[in-house]
């Protein structure tokens, strides 16, 4: 049956598939699995590990013995069959010497595997291992440093094997890692898995979420998807070699994450976890963890891939001096941006300021002109001036002492602004300052890129809860649609089959009234054959039976009693005739005695004819009326048969509405996908552009304020000291 191509199936839940899983011999049809044993709960239930899409079930088969993982699938996955086929068919072609542990399991989807009810569903039959979780095996060695970083090791190669080969699982996480006994890794849970025949196909989840990047959206399916967990697992386990007390103090028991959870990936400058990473001692930790950090808001396909980032981390965690805050930063490359990036974005030239080099000097003033040495010379003479006119006592205007001093200290003013230096300088912080003001506020357009991030991720996230929500509303509303055909069906065929049934009590009752209305038309005809002139009741003469001939009564068949009535005028009884066709009339002459005469006379001759009527109906006549009854019941099982007619056309109709919706739905789920992957990939313009102009603020921020530095070194103190000592 595969994959269904009309509307989707409902699928059983997962306490549907452990009822028929207490009957293996009747549910299934696989060699291996018929008759297989599952693993029980303390309830003599089958065990069951249930999550969002499927429920997986532990059996022992019958046949081989050997236990199998049985995932039953608990959601509609679009292209199910397809998709497991591809990675099946890529796993198999893996050559175990190639690969740094036996991390791939197999497994084998069967279409028609499963029987609940009356329905049949597809299962993923898996190798079982035995292994426990990475996060179970972390509790029990944790404080084993060389130990946890071997696993560290061990699982960079993992990603290295998947990379290699086009492969990306889509969601490493601490339940889908298993650490086997010799402390290999093994891999479980491919529904999200991405391998090269799948390209240009969407994905079908979105991974862990205290795994996965704030960046990653539906649309993201391809080779990088792990590339973010695969940093944070790392992170994790280097993390936890170096410092095993880091896992009591930043793990939580049970805790569906190792060190880090989603809301540290979403604001990281509010997070203990993360905080507490970045200031370790440690250059190797503090270092991932800056990375993981700065990976946090960048697209999944400009992130490094770990085998290709750990040795430049490790060179770089060597290398790098320690923070005074205790704290690193990830190193910059050429662009400005962390070395990482560097080769992962095309380069993008940032206009950094063209400053001159006597702008950055501070060194102040440089080689005097002659304008200088004539202001240093007519200093002394001006102030000798000045000393001489006070001596002299000229201190009545125009001539007071203070005009050489005011002379000189405007001179002094007027070479000073002649001097390039001040010119440069001026002009070069005037531009700096309007490059400066042009700039956005770096933590404003970085609050705001947040915010429009955490909007569009809410959105998101509220879209894709909302989809398979609308997608079960219009399955449903198609079975209920469904289930009212069928009901609307049966009371129709009810009523129908009511009739038909009914056809053999009509039949009896035509035959009965054919044969009364042929005995009745015989009686009337012979009653008819009894003139009242010519076989005259007692009492009736000659004149009376004119009388009532007159009136319409002839014969025994012209009425059919008399009823007594009151006479008013001699008060006292009298007598109307009820004709055949019950009109009463009164007969002069004829009173009661004589219409008593009239129909005892009537009455004997019904009798005798009664006697000689016919009892039975001919073969023709029977026909006849079998005939109708025959034609009565092929209309009613025509109508039976257009009632089944309908029902397909009600069933028909609502099918087309389920498609119509679901494509419908499907039509602008992809329209909103695409829309959200737009704003994701403007999103990441801007991250990259506000990174470009953070440092580009820096830059002209450093730079004003040099500037300005050097505009004191420029000042008229200075410059009068650069007129005699030359510097």
């Known amino acids: 049956m595969g994959s269904p191509t009309g509307p989707q199936r409902l699928f059983p839940s997962g306490a549907e598939y452990a009822e028929a899983l207490q009957h293996t011999q009747l549910c299934f049809r696989h060699p291996e699995l018929k008759g297989a044993r599952p693993e029980l709960t303390k309830l003599g239930l089958p065990r069951a590990i249930s999550g969002a899409f499927a429920s997986v079930f532990s059996l022992a088969s019958a046949a081989s013995g050997r236990r199998y993982a049985i995932k039953c699938f608990t959601r509609h996955v679009p292209d199910q069959e397809r998709r497991y086929e591809a990675i099946s068919a890529r796993l198999a072609g893996l050559d175990p010497a190639e690969l740094s542990q036996p991390w791939n399991l197999g497994f084998e989807y069967l279409p028609d595997a499963i029987s609940v009810g009356r329905e049949r569903y597809p299962v993923l039959k898996m190798e079982w291992t035995e292994a426990v979780t990475l996060s179970s095996w972390l509790d029990d060695n944790h404080t084993h440093r060389f130990a946890v970083d071997h696993l560290a090791d061990r699982f960079e190669a993992l990603t290295r094997d998947l990379a290699a080969h086009g492969i990306a699982h889509g969601d490493l996480q601490h ?404 004709l055949h066709n019950g009109r009463h009339v009164a007969v002069h002459g004829i009173g009661e005695a004589k219409a008593a005469a009239l129909d005892t006379w009537r009455r004997s001759l019904v009798a005798s004819v009664e006697k000689r009527q016919p009892t039975v109906l001919t073969a023709s006549e029977r026909q006849s009326v079998e005939r109708s009854i025959t034609l009565r019941r092929a209309q009613l099982t025509d109508q039976r048969k257009a009632v089944e007619a309908e029902t397909d056309a009600l069933r028909e109709k609502a099918r087309k509405k389920l498609e119509q919706g679901q494509e419908r739905l499907t039509r602008e789920n992809k329209l909103a996908g695409d829309q959200a992957r737009r704003q994701r990939q403007e999103f990441s313009r801007r991250t990259v552009e506000l990174q470009q102009n953070s440092a580009r603020h820096g830059t002209l921020s450093a730079s004003v304020a040099a500037a300005r530095l050097r505009q004191r070194r420029l000042s008229y103190v200075r410059y009068v000291c650069f007129l005699y000592v030359g510097r």
Do not use: C
């Open 175 to 578: 339940g889908n890692l298993l650490v086997a006994s010799d402390d290999t890794l093994r891999l479980v849970d491919y529904d999200g898995m991405y391998v090269p025949a799948l390209a240009g196909m969407g994905g079908t989840e979105r991974g862990h979420r205290n795994y996965q990047s704030p960046m990653r959206g539906n649309d993201d399916f391809g080779t990088t998807l792990d590339r973010f967990s695969a940093w944070v697992i790392f992170l994790s386990l280097k993390a936890i070699a170096t410092d095993p007390g880091l896992w009591s103090r930043l793990h939580e028991p049970s805790g569906e994450f190792l060190l880090l959870t989603e809301e540290d990936f979403k604001s990281p400058d509010g997070s203990s976890r993360l905080q507490t990473l970045l200031a370790h001692p440690d250059r190797t930790v503090s270092g991932l963890a800056d990375q993981v950090r700065s990976m946090a808001f960048q697209p999944l396909d400009l992130l490094p891939p770990l085998a290709q980032a750990v040795p430049r981390q490790r060179t770089a965690a060597m290398t790098r001096p320690a923070a005074s805050s205790g704290a690193t930063t990830a190193p910059l490359g050429a662009s400005g941006l962390p070395g990482w990036m560097d080769g992962h974005i095309a380069a993008q030239t940032v206009s950094s300021p063209t400053v001159a080099p006597s702008v950055i000097s501070l060194d102040g003033f440089h080689t005097r002109t002659w304008l200088d040495i004539a202001t240093a010379v007519v200093w002394p003479l001006l102030l000798a001036v000045t000393v001489w006119m006070v001596v002299a006592g000229f201190s009545a205007p125009p001539i007071g002492p203070g005009v050489p001093v005011i002379a000189a200290l405007v001179l002094t003013a007027f070479t000073r602004r002649q001097r390039v230096e001040l010119a440069q300088s001026r002009a070069a912080l005037a531009k700096l300052t309007k490059e400066l003001a042009q700039l956005d506020d770096p933590v404003k357009a970085a609050e705001k890129l947040r915010k429009d991030r955490a909007k569009l991720d809410a959105a998101e996230t509220k879209r894709i809860a909302a989809y398979p929500q609308e997608q079960d509303k219009l399955t449903a509303q198609y079975h209920a649609e469904l289930k009212e055909a069928e009901k609307r069906k049966a009371r129709k065929r009810h009523d129908i089959d009511k009739k038909i049934g009914g056809l053999s009590e009509e039949l009896r009752k035509s035959l009965n009234k054919a044969l009364a209305d042929k005995q009745a038309t015989y009686v009337r005809d012979q009653l008819s054959r009894r003139p009242i002139a010519q076989n005259r009741p007692h009492g009736i003469g000659p004149t009376l039976a004119g009388r009532l001939a007159a009136v319409g009564i002839r014969t025994a068949a012209d009425f059919r009693g008399y009823r007594s009535v009151q006479s008013t005028s001699y008060n006292s009884a009298g007598a109307v005739l009820v």
